[in-house]
């Protein structure tokens, strides 16, 4: 089993930045992918960065060029570096991982953490 624990999540000014960082505990070696999703109130949880060992990654155009995801395996970490937020980047962030996958999608994932919120003031 594989434990995941975000933090860094806070209140902050559109245009500021946060850094969100994932601490992942139990059986990582077997852990190919990760990634940081987000869910806002009534909308569907969805991916906004993936990274597959430490080079491939993968993000979607909204958060293209102001998102950037590390990982470093020898720490067990993963993080999320947000820059240029916006209000529509409020949500709650999710950090998950997968043993099989590297995907977009949250099924693909089978390990979960359980949030941290990210709130971004106009």
């Known amino acids: 089993q594989v434990q995941l624990v975000e933090s860094g999540g806070g209140l902050v000014q559109a245009g500021g930045s946060l850094r969100l960082s994932c601490a992942a505990s139990?059986?990582?070696?077997?852990?190919?992918?990760m990634a940081w999703f987000r869910q806002a109130p009534g909308k569907e949880r969805e991916c906004v960065a993936g990274?597959?060992?430490?080079?491939?990654?993968y993000y979607p155009d909204s958060v293209k060029g102001r998102f950037t995801i590390s990982r470093d395996n020898a720490k067990n970490t993963v993080d999320l570096q947000m820059n240029s937020l916006k209000p529509e980047d409020t949500a709650v962030y999710y950090c998950?991982?997968?043993?099989?996958?590297?995907?977009?999608?949250?099924?693909?994932?089978?390990?979960w953490g359980k949030g941290t919120q990210v709130t971004v003031s106009s």
């Open positions: 998950a991982a997968s043993d099989i996958h590297y995907g977009i999608e949250p099924y693909e994932y089978e390990h």
């Open positions: 139990g059986r990582t070696s077997r852990i190919i992918a």
């Open positions: 990274i597959r060992w430490s080079t491939s990654t």
